[in-house]
């Protein structure tokens, strides 16, 4: 249980060090829509596939949209701000619009077996690596 | 509506102690709106399940506490990062016309309400001029 603790949070020292040491990559480069575009997305490799995560919080499942054609991945929608009638505002810090943005994944992926989850206002994309792109073991005779 | 969402960074909590584990905390984005009835805190939590929340009031003080879950990044390698993760904390100064008993909160979506209602001697009353 205590080394399973510490997995964890490791994983989380990981995302945090990646994030610090990040530097200029390949990643987004051809991409109309690369860094400092909304949402911000995070790419992780697990094996020979990729997940991309993006925080969405306040976007309702209804409101996005996601579509996947060769190796681009478009995420968009509209974030919705409800103010109660009447209310006077303190304190204004969520913002609201819309948002469109486009991933262009280096490698080539299979679109048609994306897998999409979203709880809690983290959208993740599970996208694996087109079967024609994997690494192949080379048998020496 | 038709603005186009721009990005807002996340602002890391300034800790008073230094913690054992050296994660890092951050502010979740807040509006605060007040009608006769409540005082009303809207925080966005992206990660944070019904589960993992705390809040708390001490000393007039309401304390927001939002822990996400890092088990769903195990094995996960960052290839290409724009964004960090990390618990979210953030607490407000009430006053004591807030009847702390009655505080309500619901989390959809990674946003939490919390609806603060005024006690009873803090609602306006309307005085009828004779």
């Known amino acids: 249980m205590l080394a399973s603790f510490d997995d964890t949070v490791e994983a989380l020292l990981t995302i945090q060090r990646a994030m610090d040491a990040r530097k200029q990559s390949d990643w987004m480069a051809r991409g109309t829509t690369g860094f400092g575009s909304y949402p911000p997305i995070n790419i992780f490799q697990q094996g020979h596939d990729f997940v991309a995560v993006v925080e969405l919080p306040g976007v309702a499942k209804g409101d996005l949209e996601i579509e996947a054609k060769d190796d681009t991945i ?21 913002l609201s619009g819309l948002f469109d943005r486009t991933i262009v994944m280096p490698v080539h992926i299979d679109p048609d077996g ?3 989850e979203y709880h809690n206002g983290v959208l993740a994309l599970f996208v694996p690596r087109a079967e024609s792109d994997k690494p192949r073991t080379i048998k020496i005779k | 509506m038709s603005q ?15 913690s054992t584990i050296p994660s890092r905390a ?8 007040e009608t006769d009835l409540a005082l009303t805190v809207v925080l966005e939590m992206p990660g944070v399940s019904k589960e993992s929340v705390d809040v708390s009031v001490e000393n007039d003080m309401v304390r927001i506490e939002g822990r996400i879950d890092f088990a769903k990044y195990e094995g996960l390698q960052p290839v290409y990062t724009e964004y960090n993760i990390g618990h979210y904390v953030r607490s407000f100064q009430i006053s004591n016309q807030i009847d702390q008993g009655a505080i309500k909160a619901e989390i959809e979506d990674g946003v939490m309400k919390l609806v603060l209602p005024k006690a009873a001697k803090a609602k306006p009353r309307r005085i009828t001029v004779n």
Do not use: N
């Not at chain 1, 478009?74 to 304190?91: M, P």
């Not at chain 2, 186009?4 to 230094?18: A, G, S, Y």
């Open chain 2, 26 to 33: 951050f502010l979740p984005a807040t509006d605060i709106f």
């Open chain 2, 4 to 18: 186009e969402l721009p990005v807002q960074q996340k602002r890391e909590v300034e800790k008073k102690q230094e």
């Open chain 1, 114 to 116: 994306i897998k999409a």
């Open chain 1, 74 to 94: 478009r995420i968009s929608g509209k974030k919705i701000v409800h103010y109660d009638e009447g209310a006077s505002t303190h304190r204004r810090e969520r």
